[in-house]
């Protein structure tokens, strides 16, 4: 009986603990920019929803609009998945506040039950708001 309780009091609490993401404030606006792209790799919405702006837009691949509320439910709903993302030749150019990170991605993935593969050229353009950084706008350009 006593084993019983130590678990309910002291490991599950642990584990549930362990299990939930747990959001890291961005340094600058590059370490902003890395922390979107790996919580899109692991579908971390929790820092998703920390990290965009209320604001947040996005173009997709065919420059369709994409704002912050439709990014979350695509991951939660499991429409997007990035199985496997390779940032290469990021730049950052930095103007106070403001951070425009620029760079190719290779992913790979699914969206809508259609699996992908793409080189893309991308631009996040990072904010400090409110003493914190934050993702403002992305754009994906697929390279042909």
Known sequence: MKK?????????PALTTYSQSEY????????CSNIF??????????TLGNLLLNDFSAAGFQGQPINREFLLNLII?????????????????N???VGIITGNWNASGLMQNNSFQNDLT???VC???????KVSAVQFTPIR
């Open 4 to 12: 019983l309780i130590f678990l309910l009091f002291f490991i599950i």
């Open 24 to 31: 890291r404030q961005p340094t600058d606006a590059t370490d």
């Open 37 to 46: 792209f790996k919580a899109l790799l692991e579908e971390d919405t929790n």
């Open 77 to 93: 709903q499991g429409y997007l998945r990035i199985d496997s993302g390779m940032l290469s030749g990021t730049r950052t150019r």
């Open 95 to 97: 103007y106070g506040d």
């Open 122 to 124: 991308y631009m996040v």
């Open 127 to 133: 904010v400090k708001s409110g003493g914190s950084w």
